[in-house]
C-alpha cells in the first residue's frame, strides 16, 4: 500500500494495516510529518518501486483530485481511495482530472480525535467505526474489493452511500455540529477569570470538538457548503425564536405572567426528542443476529466455530436453531455495526450466512454494490 498524507488519519491506516505485514509507502510533502509517522510504525518513507496494490489520498477535499491525478500519472498504485470528510466536490474534480476513474472509490472513515497530525495517530483508530464508500456508475468491483480488504485489516465497517446523501448525513451530525462547537468556544475569547472558574462539564462537552485544525476545517466547510448551510439556517430560525421569548420575558414586567412560554418549552422538548431519538437508534443497533447453515458433514460445525473464532465469537454465545434438509442453523449476536462485514466474510468462505437487520428486521444475506 501507499499512503499520502501522513496526519491523524494516513498515519492511523499506515498504523492499523501494518500490523498485519502489509508494507506501507508513506508520502508526503511535510517530510518531517511522513518521518514521523514511519518512526511510529506506519510504514516507510518513501515512493515504491513497482505500482502497489492501493493507494489512500489522504489530503483536504480540495486537493484530492490533483493528487489523485498526480499519482495516476506517476504510477503510484493500481487501485486508489480517499478520506476526505466531504464526497461530491472530490468525486467531480476526480471525473475531470483523472484518466482512469474506474479504479477510484471514494471513501471516508467515520473517526477522529480532538488533537491531529501523526503524533495523535492510533492504529485503533477505525475499529468498529463505520467507513463509508461512495463507488460511482464507472468504479471496477475490483477496486472497490481492493478498498474492502484494506477496511477489514483497520476494523472497520464498511457502509455504502451515494455521495450528495453522505454529504447530507455528515453536514448535520458532524460538519454543523463543529461549528457550533467553535461559536460557543469564540465566546470565550474574552472571557473573565471569574466566569472561567464556573466553567463545568457542560462547557467541556460543548467545545471540546471545536476546531482546531483552522485551514483543513475551511476547506471541508467550503466545499460542503450548501449542506452545513441548510442545517445552519434551521438552527438560526430556532435560535431567532428561542431570543424572541426571551426577550419578551427580559422586558415583561416581573408580576406579568402572561407571557408565554410555549415556544422555548417546544424548541427544550424537540431537543430531547432528538436526543432520544439517537439514543433509541444507538440502542437498536447495538446488536443483530447472524444465521448460518452448517451442512450435515462430519466436522462442519467445528469449521464453523473456528472461523467464528477469528470474528471474536465465542463458542457458548453461539445456538443451534432448527433443522433442514440441507443441515442446521446456528446464530449469534455481534454489534450491528459489524454484521454486514461478518456476513460478508463468512459468503466469500463459502457459507450460506445472513442476518437481520436491527432497525427494519429485513434479513440481509450481502453487503450490497
Given at each position: 500500500?501507499a499512503?499520502?498524507?501522513?496526519?491523524?488519519?494516513?498515519?492511523?491506516?499506515?498504523?492499523?494495516?501494518s500490523?498485519?505485514?502489509?508494507?506501507v509507502?508513506?508520502?508526503?510533502?511535510d517530510?518531517?510529518?511522513?518521518?514521523?509517522?514511519?518512526?511510529?510504525?506506519?510504514?516507510?518513507?518513501?515512493a515504491?518501486?513497482?505500482p502497489?496494490?492501493?493507494?489512500?489520498i489522504?489530503?483536504?477535499?480540495?486537493?484530492v483530485g490533483?493528487?489523485?491525478?498526480?499519482?495516476?500519472?506517476r504510477?503510484?498504485?493500481?487501485?486508489?481511495?480517499?478520506?476526505?470528510?466531504?464526497?461530491?466536490q472530490?468525486?467531480r474534480?476526480?471525473?475531470k482530472?483523472v484518466?482512469a476513474?474506474s479504479s477510484?472509490v471514494g471513501?471516508?472513515?467515520?473517526a477522529?480525535?480532538e488533537?491531529?497530525?501523526p503524533?495523535?495517530?492510533r492504529?485503533?483508530?477505525?475499529?468498529?467505526?463505520?467507513w463509508?464508500l461512495?463507488p460511482?456508475?464507472t468504479t471496477s468491483?475490483?477496486a472497490?474489493?481492493?478498498v474492502?480488504?484494506m477496511?477489514?485489516?483497520?476494523?472497520?465497517v464498511?457502509?455504502?452511500?451515494?455521495?450528495?446523501?453522505?454529504?447530507?448525513?455528515?453536514?448535520?451530525?458532524s460538519h454543523?455540529p463543529?461549528?457550533v462547537?467553535?461559536l460557543?468556544?469564540?465566546r470565550?475569547?474574552?472571557?473573565s477569570?471569574?466566569?472561567?472558574?464556573?466553567?463545568g462539564q457542560?462547557?467541556?462537552d460543548v467545545?471540546?470538538?471545536a476546531?482546531?485544525?483552522?485551514?483543513l476545517?475551511?476547506d471541508?466547510?467550503?466545499a460542503?457548503?450548501?449542506?452545513?448551510?441548510?442545517v445552519?439556517?434551521?438552527?438560526?430560525?430556532?435560535?431567532?425564536t428561542?431570543?424572541t421569548t426571551?426577550d419578551?420575558l427580559s422586558?415583561?414586567?416581573?408580576?406579568?405572567g402572561?407571557?408565554s412560554l410555549?415556544p422555548?418549552v417546544?424548541?427544550?422538548n424537540?431537543?430531547?426528542a432528538?436526543?432520544?431519538?439517537l439514543q433509541?437508534?444507538?440502542?437498536a443497533?447495538?446488536q443483530a443476529h447472524?444465521?448460518?447453515?452448517?451442512p450435515?458433514?462430519?466436522?462442519?460445525?467445528?469449521?464453523?466455530?473456528?472461523?467464528?473464532?477469528?470474528?471474536?465469537?465465542e463458542?457458548?454465545?453461539?445456538?443451534?436453531?432448527h433443522?433442514?434438509?440441507?443441515?442446521?442453523s446456528?446464530?449469534?449476536a455481534v454489534?450491528?455495526?459489524?454484521?454486514?462485514?461478518?456476513v460478508?466474510?463468512?459468503?466469500?468462505?463459502?457459507?450460506n450466512?445472513?442476518?437481520?437487520?436491527?432497525v427494519?428486521?429485513?434479513?440481509?444475506a450481502?453487503v450490497?454494490?
Amino acid at each position: 500500500m501507499a499512503v499520502v498524507g501522513t496526519g491523524l488519519v494516513g498515519t492511523s491506516i499506515g498504523l492499523a494495516v501494518s500490523r498485519h505485514g502489509v508494507k506501507v509507502h508513506l508520502l508526503d510533502k511535510d517530510e518531517v510529518a511522513a518521518r514521523t509517522a514511519a518512526a511510529l510504525g506506519a510504514g516507510v518513507v518513501g515512493a515504491p518501486d513497482e505500482p502497489v496494490d492501493l493507494a489512500v489520498i489522504a489530503v483536504p477535499p480540495s486537493a484530492v483530485g490533483g493528487v489523485l491525478a498526480e499519482m495516476q500519472a506517476r504510477g503510484l498504485a493500481r487501485t486508489y481511495t480517499d478520506v476526505a470528510s466531504v464526497k461530491a466536490q472530490p468525486a467531480r474534480d476526480v471525473r475531470k482530472s483523472v484518466d482512469a476513474p474506474s479504479s477510484y472509490v471514494g471513501g471516508h472513515p467515520l473517526a477522529d480525535r480532538e488533537r491531529c497530525g501523526p503524533l495523535a495517530a492510533r492504529a485503533d483508530l477505525f475499529e468498529d467505526r463505520a467507513w463509508v464508500l461512495t463507488p460511482s456508475e464507472t468504479t471496477s468491483q475490483d477496486a472497490v474489493n481492493q478498498v474492502f480488504a484494506m477496511i477489514a485489516l483497520c476494523g472497520a465497517v464498511p457502509v455504502i452511500m451515494g455521495e450528495r446523501a453522505h454529504d447530507d448525513a455528515v453536514a448535520l451530525t458532524s460538519h454543523a455540529p463543529r461549528v457550533v462547537a467553535s461559536l460557543t468556544a469564540a465566546r470565550l475569547q474574552h472571557g473573565s477569570q471569574e466566569s472561567f472558574r464556573l466553567a463545568g462539564q457542560a462547557l467541556r462537552d460543548v467545545t471540546r470538538m471545536a476546531v482546531r485544525d483552522t485551514g483543513l476545517w475551511n476547506d471541508i466547510l467550503q466545499a460542503n457548503a450548501p449542506a452545513v448551510a441548510g442545517v445552519l439556517r434551521e438552527l438560526r430560525d430556532d435560535l431567532t425564536t428561542l431570543l424572541t421569548t426571551l426577550d419578551d420575558l427580559s422586558s415583561a414586567p416581573q408580576d406579568n405572567g402572561s407571557q408565554s412560554l410555549e415556544p422555548m418549552v417546544d424548541l427544550l422538548n424537540r431537543g430531547a426528542a432528538g436526543l432520544a431519538a439517537l439514543q433509541e437508534w444507538q440502542a437498536a443497533d447495538r446488536q443483530a443476529h447472524v444465521q448460518v447453515l452448517v451442512p450435515e458433514r462430519p466436522g462442519q460445525l467445528v469449521r464453523l466455530l473456528d472461523v467464528l473464532n477469528t470474528f471474536h465469537v465465542e463458542q457458548e454465545d453461539v445456538v443451534p436453531r432448527h433443522s433442514t434438509e440441507e443441515g442446521f442453523s446456528i446464530t449469534f449476536a455481534v454489534p450491528a455495526m459489524r454484521a454486514g462485514q461478518i456476513v460478508m466474510e463468512l459468503s466469500r468462505a463459502g457459507w450460506n450466512a445472513e442476518f437481520v437487520d436491527p432497525v427494519s428486521g429485513a434479513r440481509k444475506a450481502e453487503v450490497c454494490f
